[in-house]
């Protein structure tokens, strides 16, 4: 799969229609960007990156947020626990609206989203978290 | 021979009257306008025990009271602010970047001038960040990314190629750094290797010269002390070319750039550069040249 193809199978995981012209999209080193006009390493609005499942950029993160119903919310201590990469518990969690297996987008108590998730056994179980944007670069380092 | 270079450099800085030793700055930060307000940030890292006190000489820079990284805060991985020491945020604001304006950061990496300069943007317009090392355009990538900038293209490759011609021109030329980052800084130095900065420095300063339109604006930072790499730098500079002339930074903070060091004498209106001495300014040790382009030269040479 590419990082389209990533990009709208999350969408579609999540339930969530985005305004976004993917005929558009151009992908540069498993980058995904709109307003791309030449093929460079970096143009215009950063969609999110190909991974395991697709990475989606913050600003990405936060426009699925807004489109979604499959969510969960974690205390601070699974704030810490799903930003640093893990898994978050059933105690960490103080709400829901997502049933079982389903994909959820994970938000804290700041109703801010911090990452990805599937919502399992009660867990949330970490695919993707914000704390990527330090763990990248101690990755590239 | 290191510890010559050491006092020979301390010698000249007593010689300009200060006493430039190591020491601690605080955390500061710039508030991402782009993604948030000033009064959110200030709420939200109120629940994470972080008090801001306002920078009064900047936009949007803030000293933070912090026993916790601020770099491994939720508010940060959400791009709510970037950690910004306060001279290093004063270029920019000199540059003073308007919505839809055509902008070149020639030295871009790891990204704190580019992103400001796109909030000053308002994401509007362009701005083109060059950085030619591979392996720091990782780092720029993801800030850009991280502070939620729209309208920036990265150009991983030397900016000597770089072609167009800019409304303004940033060049915050890689330059020997100062005792800010390292307490061992003065003795991994010598003078040759500050005049080897220096040479690259007149290089990238014509160049961004040749970028800027008429009537532009080119902004030369470095945050380096010694006068090779800054005034005489511009000075170099600015006597082979009859296309530019030295502004007033409009900064109400730091002194005025040397007009004389070692009995050389520097080109005129030097005065209208700043260095900021860390003995005597509340940041690390920094110098800001503002250009303006007058007229175009039809050909080089």
């Known amino acids: 799969m590419n990082a389209k193809q990533q990009f709208l199978e999350i969408c579609k995981l999540l339930g969530a229609k985005l305004q976004q012209d993917v005929s558009e999209l151009i992908e540069v080193n498993g980058r995904l960007f709109s307003n791309m006009k030449e093929k460079n390493v970096y143009e215009g609005k950063c969609i999110g990156m190909k991974g395991r499942m697709f990475r989606p950029s913050i600003l990405t993160l936060e426009q699925i947020s807004e489109k979604t119903a499959q969510k969960v919310w974690l205390n601070a201590k699974g704030e810490f626990l799903f930003t640093c990469g893990r898994d978050a518990w059933k105690e960490n969690i103080t709400r829901k609206t997502a049933r079982e297996q389903q994909l959820v987008i994970v938000l804290n108590q700041h109703e801010e989203p911090i990452g990805i998730g599937w919502y399992r056994n009660g867990k949330v179980e970490n695919e993707y978290d914000i704390g990527d944007y330090l763990r990248r670069e101690r990755r590239n380092r | 021979m290191s510890t010559n270079t050491k006092n020979t450099l301390l010698d000249r800085y007593k010689k300009l009257l200060h006493k430039i030793e190591y020491k601690e700055v605080p955390t500061v930060i710039r508030v991402n306008t782009l993604a948030t307000t000033h009064e ?66 020639m030295c871009a990496a790891p990204g704190g001038k580019t992103t400001q300069i796109s909030q000053m943007m308002k994401n509007e317009g362009a701005v083109h960040a060059y950085e030619s090392k591979k392996h720091r355009i990782d780092s720029l990538m993801n800030n850009i990314e991280r502070m939620r900038v729209t309208n920036a293209i990265i150009f991983n490759k030397d900016v000597l190629e770089a072609k167009g011609e800019y409304d303004k021109v940033l060049l915050d030329a890689p330059c020997s750094g100062n005792l800010a980052s390292d307490k061992e800084w003065l003795s991994k130095r010598t003078i040759e290797g500050i005049k080897e900065n220096a040479k690259i420095q007149e290089k990238l300063l014509h160049k961004a010269i040749n970028l800027c339109k008429e009537g532009g604006i080119v902004v030369y930072s470095t945050c380096s002390l010694e006068p090779e790499e800054n005034e005489e730098v511009i000075t170099n500079v600015l006597k082979l070319r009859k296309d530019t002339t030295l502004e007033d930074t409009d900064c109400s903070i730091g002194s005025s750039g040397l007009k004389i060091f070692d009995s050389k004498k520097y080109c005129e209106n030097i005065e209208l550069t700043k260095r900021f001495w860390p003995d005597e300014c509340p940041t690390q040790g920094f110098f800001i040249a503002k250009i303006r382009k007058t007229k175009s030269k039809r050909k080089e040479k």
């Open chain 2, 40 to 105: 959110k940030v200030i709420e939200r890292l109120k629940k994470e025990l972080v008090e801001l006190t306002k920078i009064p000489f900047l936009r949007n820079g803030y000293t933070t009271t912090s026993k916790r990284s601020m770099a491994s805060m939720t508010p940060y991985m959400l791009g709510y602010y970037y950690i910004q020491e306060t001279a290093s945020q004063i270029p920019v604001e000199i540059l003073n970047p308007q919505p839809g304006e055509k902008i070149i950061d």
